[in-house]
């Protein structure tokens, strides 16, 4: 299965674009349940490798309050993998996703 990669990336040496520091192998899988510092609650992962219109960084995930999920426009939140002070479950993991992560990997590369 070739998965295709939906966020259109500006090359590397555009500096328009910050790109997280985080490597693509690091990342935490879907569904993965975490909590970051000064939030009342649990956040779950909903999206990896974001890159946010409003000031054109890349975050390393794209996540919503748990247990609630979406609740409109502003509920949504982007993250680095660094904000994680704690894991409190960690999302499915197969051979699909570890397939995407090799090309996500090889995409993020380039």
Known sequence: MNFRIFHKRKNKEDSMII?????????LPIGSVVRIDNCNYRLVIIGIKQLSTIDNHEYDYLTVPYPMG??????????????IIEINFVGYQDSERMLFI???????KR
């Open 19 to 27: 790109p997280s520091k985080t490597k693509v192998t690091d990342l």
């Open 70 to 83: 979406i609740m409109g426009d502003d509920s949504e939140l982007l993250i680095n993998h660094d904000d």
């Open 102 to 108: 090799e090309q996500l990997e090889e995409y993020v």
